[in-house]
């Protein structure tokens, strides 16, 4: 393995330094050897290697949207060297075999380490608890458990499974959207809705499960995480049941940083997505919460799907958006260059915090600095790119930032000292 010796490189866009990458851990670079690789990395810096605990690789079953080598080549693009891998493929990860099938695709690929996230129910159907036992105690070593693009909507069972989990240092994480008041929802609810003749997806359809389940998890004494927050109201209620003590932890997406519900007026379904995009108002309390920590980390909710499952009407179209290659630009958009976040406050929000949430701070997640893991990447945030979905290395191509300018690029990723992108390319 090549050995890499990164000169002037701002890590976390503090003062240049030199970094060895030697053996798979970051060493003193006056070790480096003669024969070392030197990058210069002038006018770069230097983040952990980001940690996404929301991407969906679709493999087993949809490999015609993605597969697990596909999605982690598209993460090591975006800087990712860990993905958790959500339960909802086919069949369902809800069991250890299937849970251990796509962790070994992911170790045999070899891009980033995946992590696959267990099913809380069998199938995701909501009516029984899925082997959780069985699948933290599978290889796959499994922690976080959801059902993810279905919310567990019964009480019941959502508090058998915050119970359940706490055996094994577990978490539960929900996607919240209360089923009844989503019937055929297509965007978000409100005026704009209704002028376009879309179903709406109410805020309260959210914020209803989140007060539900931080009640829970009080109640139990467990853990509970909180997907892909959109609204001002689930920022609030997290706000509130953090400051109670409650055990709760969320994440924001990029597109919900960014994007607003207008886009829904192009009637064009690459702006469709689950749960919808929102007001600009629920935009500011977003970037407000993931400033203040109230939000704890960034998520992509990397949603491959096939050209024909998206260039149809709004109505048919699935719902989802790719991510995992555009994150860091966009959380520089939104947050670093508008002085929201430094570079730091990046890292703990796309990496260390992730990685404790997911329990794998021991492999990532880790500071850049002597002895730790070299899982590091290199980012040019002076590069300015414009977003092109043919040069994607997902086996998808709905973004929704095709032709759109955006700042930073991903130089190099180095996952434990051997790169997986170098150039801006995949090494
Ligand atoms: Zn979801």
Redesign the pocket.
């Known amino acids: 393995m090549s050995e890499y010796l990164i000169k002037n490189v701002a890590v976390l866009g503090g003062t240049p330094t030199d970094l060895l990458l030697r053996d798979g851990v970051i060493a003193d670079p006056a070790d480096a050897p003669a024969d070392a690789e030197v990058i210069d990395a002038s006018g770069l810096i230097a983040l952990p290697g980001l940690v996404d605990l929301h991407t969906h690789l679709r493999e087993p079953g949809r490999e015609d949207a993605e597969t697990v080598e596909t999605g982690t080549r598209a993460a090591a693009l975006g800087g990712f060297t860990a993905v958790h891998a959500m339960a909802n493929t086919e069949p369902v990860a809800d069991t250890a075999g299937v849970v251990e099938q796509v962790w070994r695709l992911g170790r045999e690929a070899g891009y980033c380490d995946v992590y696959p996230v267990g099913a809380v129910t069998v199938g995701l159907d909501g009516e029984r608890l899925a082997e959780l036992g069985a699948m933290a105690d599978s290889a796959a070593r499994v922690r976080v458990f959801s059902d993810?693009?279905r919310c567990v909507s019964d009480a019941v069972l959502m508090r058998r499974a915050l119970e359940y989990v706490k055996a094994f240092d577990g978490v539960v994480a929900q996607?919240a959207q209360e089923p009844r008041l989503t019937v055929d929802a297509q965007m978000n609810e409100g005026e704009l809705s209704g002028r376009l003749g879309l179903a709406g997806w109410p805020a309260v359809a959210e914020e209803a499960i989140i007060a539900r389940d931080v009640l829970l998890a009080q109640h139990v004494g467990s853990r509970l995480h909180v997907?892909?927050v959109s609204t001002s109201g689930s920022v609030e209620l997290i706000r509130w049941a953090k400051g109670k003590g409650v055990d709760v932890t969320a994440e924001a997406c990029p597109h919900h940083l960014l994007l607003t519900d207008e886009l829904a007026a192009t009637y064009d379904p690459i702006y469709k997505v689950?749960p919808p995009l929102r007001s600009a108002a629920d935009v500011a309390a977003l970037q407000e919460g993931l400033a203040d920590g109230t939000i704890d980390i960034v998520a992509t909710?990397h949603a491959p799907h096939p050209h024909e499952d998206k260039d149809c009407e709004w109505a048919a179209a699935a719902f989802g958006m790719l991510g995992l290659e555009t994150a860091l630009s966009i959380v520089q958009q939104t947050m670093v260059d508008p002085g929201r976040l430094d570079w730091a406050g990046v890292a703990e929000r796309m990496s260390y915090a992730p990685a404790r949430i997911g329990r794998v701070s021991d492999r990532h997640g880790r500071p850049v600095q002597v002895g730790e893991p070299a899982n590091v990447v290199l980012y040019d945030p002076g590069a300015r790119r414009t977003i092109e979905p043919s040069e994607s290395a997902s086996l998808s191509r709905n973004t929704p930032y095709r032709g759109m300018e955006l700042p930073g690029r991903v130089v190099a990723t180095f996952l434990r000292g051997k790169a997986t992108v170098l150039d801006g390319k995949l090494a």
């Open positions: 993810d693009g996607h997907c892909h689950n909710d």
